[in-house]
């Protein structure tokens, strides 16, 4: 089966950092394109950070600057790098795997994991 294990979340004051983590496993990692999306109560799921197969990394106008996805095929981990957190960053954070050649099957989505910013 088919299994993304987040982890790193949790309760943070603006201008702290987390890091986030994000395990997978029964997929051939290094043939994914991984991201990292947000959602709050009554929003869209919106996209945070992607990073492809060969490195290229691109980001949300709101998080560029701050945070840094990164990934470890070796590890079969993706990470997001979360600096100069805001209140406007706490949601619920999911790790996405889609595959490189996207007809060859569905993406697959984390539990997600809970980041809250707040004084």
């Known amino acids: 089966q088919v299994q993304l294990v987040e982890s790193g979340g949790g309760l943070v004051q603006p201008g702290g950092s987390l890091k986030l983590s994000c395990a997978a496993s029964?997929?051939?990692?290094?043939?994914?394109?991984m991201g990292w999306y947000r959602q709050t109560p009554g929003t869209q799921r919106e996209l945070v950070a992607t990073?492809?197969?060969?490195?290229?990394?691109h980001y949300a106008d709101s998080v560029k600057g701050r945070f840094t996805i990164s990934r470890d095929n070796a590890k079969n981990t993706v990470y997001l790098q979360m600096n100069s957190l805001k209140p406007e960053d706490t949601a619920v954070y999911y790790c996405?795997?889609?595959?490189?050649?996207?007809?060859?099957?569905?993406?697959?989505w984390g539990q997600g994991t809970q980041v809250t910013v707040s004084s």
């Open positions: 996405n795997a889609k595959h490189l050649v996207s007809a060859l099957g569905p993406g697959y």
């Open positions: 029964g997929i051939i990692f290094s043939m994914y394109v």
């Open positions: 990073i492809n197969t060969g490195g290229s990394t």
